[in-house]
């Protein structure tokens, strides 16, 4: 599998959610035959109409693949799909699996381990940027694994990124620079609820707040994408309250475990599970701005939970 | 006092620390005459080598002044230096107080409200951006105060900023927006000094991370900052942890009297107050990292504490 091969590749793409179908759009844009799968018929309807290949399961999406695509919940989940979903046993043997789920880096080396054990190159591949960058093939990829492995991957990781890091030969290094990044990022996002509901109870313009703090050393890069859900509110999900109960998860176990004290992690992953408590778990992120309204009893625009 | 009248306008800068210093030389490359003011002999030494005519008291920097431009710690201090220090009563009386200093929206309406009593304007005048900003004059200004007091001080508040705000009529609203500023600087500085720790604790490349993390959602204004200062292991003081304890510390209390819940400002403060307490107060305020350092037993550069 090189940028000249003769045949056009194939590649498998495993979970259709905001980020796989995007990417999966990308990789089709760039020119590879791209099959797609995912459990859930409506995910599988919506991206058989933005143009996928899609309603495959796992094995056939991955029959005779040059590269399989994983973008699915959690290491639970690629570890179903390509051990018990046949993906292993169907991928051309000299094929790349592309593991693109945020997990511990334990769990990418165990994976890495058992993809080997079957002959099958794995490369641990977090992504970074959110849907819209996605579907621009402008993600942040960060990649650790043996530079045959990434060169192998490579033109696929092309059509996906616009910034594109091999971190390390060592499987788990990428991991781990995403559990890094997943701390900032959901603390970040828990900060810019707290300060926008304390800026609400201050009865400032929350539009102004938001243009001031942007131009600020106040500001993040989640301050200014998830703030303007608040400002908007727009609770529609681009990525949910519980992947960040999910992320900060193994933050805080991979701190546990390594006697590493997380306060802050620790206090957004609380503020993320009383959000999810509330039942706002399959919503917008930002909805943490909206546990701060129910609480404080805010008029934050869209700012009412549930019926 | 406006832009066309025929004298050269005089002002008081008071407090030449980082802040005031870089602003006293905006002001002097903008034409005004400026008179400095600070009670530490070695800032006004340090200020005079530098260019800056310094070394009056406060009434004698404030005689006959168009405006007072007060850029110390907090209300207190602004408060001993308008009405003990004898600015009050030295300032033209037509002259206006720019207030600058980090405070609660309650103290700035009680301090305009005194000024006021003595017949002087007086604007609620808080800035962000840090030193190198304030040398450059491109300071984010943001004000609050009637419009005719903001306009008679634009003239020296455009010489200082590169984005200037007027936010409403009412005293306390610019410094409510730079509460909510603060709430979130105060929490990305300390989850970058958790971020990097956790980082290093992982045994990643810190220069990787920090490079990498910039371009990814985890970034923020403060992470690239004060980010940069934890890579250098350099902790000379540009803004201290000191600054950071107590503008969290008006925070907490704000939100504790609004009966407003801000757990990731709480911890935060936290953080700050127990790296204070290591002896680190009077360092720069990235010293949050050494803290983790401190206590996980990490090599972080330039991370050893004390002697």
Request: glycine content about 10%; some cysteine.
């Amino acid at each position: 599998m090189t940028a000249s091969a003769p045949q056009r590749l194939e590649i498998a793409l495993i979970g259709l959610g905001s980020m796989g179908f995007g990417m999966a759009n990308s990789l089709v844009r760039a020119g590879f035959a791209v099959r797609g799968c995912d459990l859930r018929p409506e995910i599988v309807a919506s991206a058989r109409a933005g143009g996928i290949d899609a309603g495959f399961d796992a094995a056939t999406a991955a029959l005779g693949a040059d590269a399989v695509v994983t973008v699915v919940v959690n290491a639970a989940q690629t570890e179903t799909v390509l051990f018990d979903g046949g993906v292993v046993g169907a991928i051309k043997p000299d094929g790349v699996i592309i593991s693109c789920a945020t997990m511990s880096p334990g769990d990418a080396k165990r994976l890495a381990a058992k993809a080997e054990a079957a002959g099958i190159s794995y490369l641990d591949s977090p992504i970074s940027g959110g849907a819209a960058r996605a579907a621009e093939g402008a993600l942040t990829v960060l990649t650790s694994g043996p530079a045959a492995i990434f060169a192998k991957a490579r033109p696929v990781l092309d059509a996906m990124a616009e910034t594109l890091y091999h971190l390390g030969d060592e499987i788990g290094v990428a991991a781990a620079f995403k559990m890094v990044n997943q701390l900032l990022a959901g603390v970040h996002i828990a900060a810019a609820c707290e300060a926008l509901a304390f800026a609400k109870k201050l009865n400032l313009d929350l539009a102004k707040v938001y243009e001031v703090i942007s131009r600020s050393a106040g500001s993040s890069w989640m301050f200014q994408n998830r703030g303007a859900h608040v400002i908007a509110g727009d609770y529609a999900p681009r990525s949910a309250v519980e992947i960040f109960v999910k992320d900060l998860g193994i933050v805080e176990d991979i701190a546990r475990a390594e006697r590493f004290p997380a306060p802050l992690a620790g206090t957004a992953l609380q503020l993320f599970l009383m959000t999810a408590s509330a039942g706002m778990g399959r919503d917008d992120d930002a909805s943490v701005a909206r546990l701060y309204a129910k609480i404080a009893e805010l008029d934050l625009p869209g700012g009412a939970v549930g019926p």
